[in-house]
């Protein structure tokens, strides 16, 4: 135990890993603490899949540096690697039970049957498939399936368990429930969870720590909260939930000026320039009571339930309001309308005039 | 039409109708002609009367069971050298073949295109005495100064392994190929070696493949009769040759029949064995 308890399980140091010409994954860093329930989340072939796979051993980095522990596992192949995969299609071994898939790693690992079979039994309790043993996948729902795969990875006890979509083929109604399951059997297990997603909700459900993945980089690595109230981009902004974002300046600490003069307050950070800043939909109210205010007519309202989303058009653009039924029948203004939006300084955040990025649901001015 | 819409169970009856057809025609008809004919007693010159001779069956297991047991020892040794030949080739092609899979197939399938005959016929020259593969042997010490491989039973089993070659890498490649590449990734990914992860899940999973190669290599090999006589002699002949001989040239059709007779029983009987031994799952997929 030569490993000081607080090397984080894993870490990548500026990974980079090419196919031919295209960089998959653009150099990437990050520390991922022993215990924590981490989350990769990016849209589709932002290199998710390619960093997983990586860690896992079945890709070579075409260059940096991957730790497991304090251990450099570079040129390690997977079945040397102390962590077990979870695979987006599953890969269960279909001409064995379910008994046998379970046991697989343990049985590779040289540990005596006896115990074998009480790891494995003590597992498929876990995730509820006792009395099952003896069926072969094809048998099985693919909820189920999915269970037998985590059941399979988790029973080799590894250092980290690596998930690559794992709820993805899954119906709506089941992935919800898998998302609370899975955070319970991390909870309970201890093991490290690196889960890679594109579903921004599961990552915010599920994960303490997520890295919010773009083009082979990291655009942000924060608590799902720290995400939401502060992106550091217009990516970020507008991938993880709705985001109002309107071009303007900081003309001073605190000050933006906005395209048709107006000022709004937010903490600028020291930086400079033009900008967007942003406000999330539910943090803007329908009454003149907040700092940053922007005058604006009803276009259209729709009621979604627990609130009315307003669509205020304004002389910055339009912007989305959540506005919340606290009333019942909800009383919302009426297309045409003349509103005030208002807003606190704390809910504005201010983001690079970049790209907003494919899956962006904001609306730039 | 109405009549099938009123009887829709019917349907895959009739479905079948013409295959059975074919099977009673051109297999069951000439297959109890032939058990009549095992039968029958008689000579070419008087003709054969039907007897109840079962005296012809214990005749030919007598007399012929030395190339009956070398028919399923030839055959035998050949469906192994073809398995272990064309197993890593096919395994080769389905996961390292890329895009030229389907060239490779074509090379392995190309030799069907020339006929039967002339192909053995071509094993004639690589193993003439003087010929290139005998010298190398000689060169090496595997065959003696004076010694040949044309005439002996290894020519024979030599040349039922090529000829029946593509009968075994077919269905090796259609199982192999349909083994998804990530089921090894999982197995390395549970502490696999490459080679345990080879004999848990690529092995078991390519069953079906040898034991459907198996079949069609060492049933047809069992009753083969070219190769025998066109690399052997007499000392390396099969109880095809025997049956061939019988029918065609001494026109002793009692004999043949309650050879070919015994010799389907014969394969019967090792394929039972042999469903037993992989188990009959293994046999239907
Ligand atoms: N084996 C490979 N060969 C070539 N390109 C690949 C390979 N694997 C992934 N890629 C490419 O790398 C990019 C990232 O892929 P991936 O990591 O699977 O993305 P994600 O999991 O985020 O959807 C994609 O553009 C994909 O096409
Ligand atoms: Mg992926």
């Not at chain 1, 984080?8 to 960089?23: H, N, S, T």
């Not at chain 1, 899949?49 to 990586?54: A, F, G, I, N, V």
């Not at chain 1, 509103?339 to 005039?353: G, I, K, N, Y």
Request: proline residues 5%; contains cysteine.
């Amino acid at each position: 135990m030569s490993e000081s308890m607080t090397s984080p399980d894993v870490r990548l140091e500026e990974v980079v890993k090419e196919f031919g010409e295209m960089r998959a994954v653009d150099g990437i860093s990050l520390e991922i603490p022993r215990g924590s329930f981490f989350a990769l989340l990016g849209p589709s072939g932002c290199g998710k899949t390619t960093t997983l796979r990586m860690i896992g051993g079945f890709e070579e980095a075409t260059s940096g540096r991957i730790f497991l522990g304090d251990r450099d596992v570079v040129g390690l192949p997977p079945y040397k690697r102390d962590v077990n995969t979870v695979f987006q299609s599953y890969a269960l071994f279909p001409h064995m039970t379910i008994a046998d898939n379970v046991a697989f790693g343990l049985q590779r690992k040289g540990i005596a049957r006896a115990e074998v079979n009480t790891r494995v039994a003590e597992i498929l309790e876990l995730v509820d498939l006792a009395g099952r043993e003896s069926r072969k996948p094809r048998q099985l729902s693919g909820g189920q399936q999915q269970r037998v795969a985590l059941a399979r990875a988790i029973v080799c006890n590894p250092r980290v368990l690596l998930l690559d979509e794992p709820l993805g083929a899954l119906d709506l109604k089941l992935r919800k429930q898998m998302q609370l399951e899975l955070k319970r059997i991390q909870h309970e297990i201890g093991i490290t969870f690196v889960h890679v997603t594109h579903d921004q909700e599961e990552a915010m459900t599920m994960a303490d720590t997520i890295a919010v993945m773009n083009g082979g980089r990291i655009e942000q690595l924060g608590t799902p909260a720290d995400l939401y109230e502060r992106p550091q981009s217009a990516f970020v902004a507008g991938f993880l939930g709705k985001s109002n974002l309107l071009a303007g300046t900081i003309t001073g600490e605190g000050l933006v000026r906005l395209v048709d003069g107006s000022e709004l307050r937010a903490s600028t950070n020291g930086t400079r320039g033009p900008v967007s800043i942003g406000v999330r939909p539910e943090k803007i109210s329908l009454s003149n009571g907040g700092v940053n205010r922007l005058a604006g007519k009803v276009k259209e309202s729709a009621y979604i339930g627990v609130a009315t989303e307003v669509v205020v058009t304004t002389s910055v653009g339009e912007l989305t309001v959540f506005h919340q039924n606290v009333e019942a029948g909800g009383v919302a203004p009426a297309p045409g309308s003349q509103v005030t939006l208002s807003w606190a300084p704390e809910a504005t955040f201010v983001v690079d005039r970049g790209d907003p990025g494919d899956r962006g649901e904001e609306h730039v001015v | 039409m109405s009549f099938l819409h009123r009887h829709k169970g019917l349907t895959p009856y009739l479905l079948l109708l013409p295959g059975i057809a074919w099977l009673a025609v051109f297999f069951l008809v000439p297959l109890g002609f032939l058990g009549y004919q095992s039968l029958e007693s008689g000579s070419f010159e008087s003709g054969y009367t039907f007897t109840w001779s079962f005296s012809n069956y214990w005749d030919a297991i007598t007399t012929y069971d030395e190339q009956l047991l070398r028919s399923f020892l030839y055959a035998g040794i050949a469906t192994i050298l073809a398995l272990a030949v064309s197993y890593p080739l096919v395994y080769w092609i389905a996961f390292r073949g890329g895009r030229w899979k389907n060239l490779f197939l074509i090379l392995i399938v190309a030799p069907l295109f020339v006929t039967y005959l002339v192909r053995t016929l071509a094993w004639l020259n690589i193993l003439a005495d003087e010929g290139p593969v005998v010298s190398a042997f000689q060169a090496i010490g595997l065959v003696a100064e004076d010694g040949r491989l044309l005439a002996t039973g290894i020519a024979v089993v030599a040349g039922i392994t090529y000829n029946f070659l593509p009968f075994m890498a077919l269905p090796l490649y259609v199982s192999l190929e349909q083994i998804d590449a990530r089921l090894l990734e999982a197995a390395e990914d549970l502490y696999a070696s490459k080679r345990q992860a080879f004999l848990r899940v690529t092995l078991p999973l390519s069953a079906p493949g040898i034991v459907a190669g198996t079949l069609l290599t060492f049933i047809p090999a069992a009753g083969d009769f070219i190769n025998a006589q066109l690399l052997g002699t007499p000392r390396q002949s099969m109880v095809g040759n025997v049956i061939q001989s019988k029918f065609l040239e001494l026109i002793d059709y009692p004999a043949a029949a309650a050879l070919s007779f015994i010799l389907m029983a014969l394969i019967l009987a090792a394929l039972l064995v042999y469903a037993r031994i992989v188990g009959t799952e293994r046999l239907t997929g």
